[in-house]
């Protein structure tokens, strides 16, 4: 099968560069709030470690009583928190919109069981794709005439290794943990921006497959995203040891995860294999600090990547860079990677838009990572997440955003007051 071609070195490079501009420590650079020099400020909330008004979940009490009494089933808070959380029985699984719940387990992500933690492993049999022989390339302006089509393969592309500190060229960019049926799971995530809250936001853009189960379950449980993961590249041996003081692990802090969404299409048709319900893999978590500092996640941070729900067709797209954190052999979870390339199309749903593909060989463990480019006013912006890959792992896809996307941000915006 015919690939795509590579661009050259000295181009790749520039690309990378730009977007690594975007992940950089300050604010302004992924078109944050200019005033203050681009230094964060505070924004001078609160949250439930300081406020014995605030309930577990970072709401006020009342609103996570609320919460708890219309649940489709009696829900004892200290029970959960004793270890009633690990209970996935089908009649207490919580699947639909809106019913998500995860109260703060103090000391639940140490070290150890952060090294505990599995990649969900998303993959699909290329068996499962069909080609198109003479794929059709519409305007840039028609991103609707990209659906049902699908490009030849891509070639794989090597990842390489984002430069450290992460606080310094990958800010945004983190693991997310949270437990499955399964056991201890971890992905990738961005900070992004929340249009509702600008320069303060606490959003955070993941795969929906690293959130909910889609058809099969419900939503996962204690999830926490730790941005700038591993800060400054300790080997894993260590990392996961209780000799490393938690702050070069976490060098922003930890941030619970204390509402979240994704796509109604993820919810109904995702499976833990195969592509059913990739075109909707696209998930918003808001979350608080565990430890309060009055900062939002941006303001953290110093950067957050805005969302663009309305790209051009994949053939005005341009170049593309997938960052994440990939756990499965031959990497180890503890760097993070990236991989600039030329998307093409990939479609295993003529209804949904079009997904993207790239070549990579970022292992499962980047699920859930960004893809960025480079606009036309200069300014990085996400564009999908990762979301499958071949057993291989040769190449990766996301969903293309849209409408749908837009609606659980704004779902999630919301909930956050």
């Not at 103090?106 to 969900?120: F, I, K, N, Q, S």
């Not at 993820?266 to 009055?294: C, L």
Request: hydrophobic share 35%.
């Amino acid at each position: 099968m015919s690939s795509i071609r590579r661009r050259s070195r000295r181009r790749a490079a520039l690309a990378a560069t730009s977007l690594a501009a975007c992940l950089a420590l300050t604010a302004t650079a992924c078109g944050g709030d200019d005033e203050g020099n681009g230094l964060a400020q505070p924004s001078g909330e609160t949250s439930a470690a300081d406020d014995p008004e605030q309930g577990a979940d970072g709401g006020s009490g009342d609103e996570l009583q609320d919460l708890i009494d219309n649940l489709p089933f009696d829900f004892d808070l200290q029970a959960w928190l004793d270890g009633g959380w690990e209970n996935w029985d089908s009649d207490n699984w919580l699947r639909d919109i809106g019913e998500f719940v995860n109260p703060i387990i103090e000391g639940l992500w140490d070290t150890e069981r952060m090294g505990e933690a599995e990649d969900p492993g998303q993959s699909i049999d290329e068996g499962e794709i069909e080609e198109d022989p003479n794929p059709e390339t519409p305007a840039e302006n028609d991103p609707m005439g990209d659906r049902g089509v699908t490009d030849p393969e891509p070639a794989a592309i090597d990842a390489e290794a984002v430069p450290m500190p992460y606080t310094e060229n990958g800010a945004p960019v983190g693991k997310v943990f949270f437990d499955s049926p399964d056991g201890p799971m971890v992905c990738s995530g961005t900070v992004i921006q929340d249009p509702a809250h600008p320069g303060q936001s606490n959003l955070v853009a993941t795969a929906g497959h690293c959130v909910h189960a889609g058809a099969g379950g419900g939503w996962y449980r204690n999830i926490q995203f730790i941005p700038a993961f591993n800060n400054g590249g300790l080997p894993a041996d260590q990392v996961y040891s209780e000799s490393v003081a938690y702050e070069q692990v976490a060098p922003y802090g930890a941030f619970w995860a204390d509402y979240v969404s994704t796509t109604q299409y993820w919810i109904d048709n995702g499976t833990e294999t195969g592509g059913d319900g990739a075109h909707g893999d696209f998930a918003v978590m808001s979350v608080q600090p565990m430890e309060d500092t009055g900062l939002s996640l941006e303001e953290t941070v110093g950067a957050a990547v805005p969302v663009n729900f309305d790209a051009p067709a994949v053939s005005g797209l341009g170049t593309v860079t997938l960052y994440g954190f990939p756990e499965a052999a031959p990497y180890d979870g503890v760097a993070m990677y990236r991989c600039t390339a030329q998307p093409g199309r990939l479609s295993l749903d003529s209804s949904m838009p079009v997904m993207y593909w790239a070549g990579c060989t970022m292992t499962s463990g980047a699920s859930g990572g960004p893809w960025l480019r480079t606009n036309g006013d200069g300014q990085a912006e996400l564009v999908s997440v990762n979301s499958i890959g071949p057993m291989e792992s040769t190449w990766l896809a996301g969903p293309r955003l849209d409408d749908e996307a837009q609606g659980v941000l704004e779902h999630v915006s919301a909930q956050v007051g």
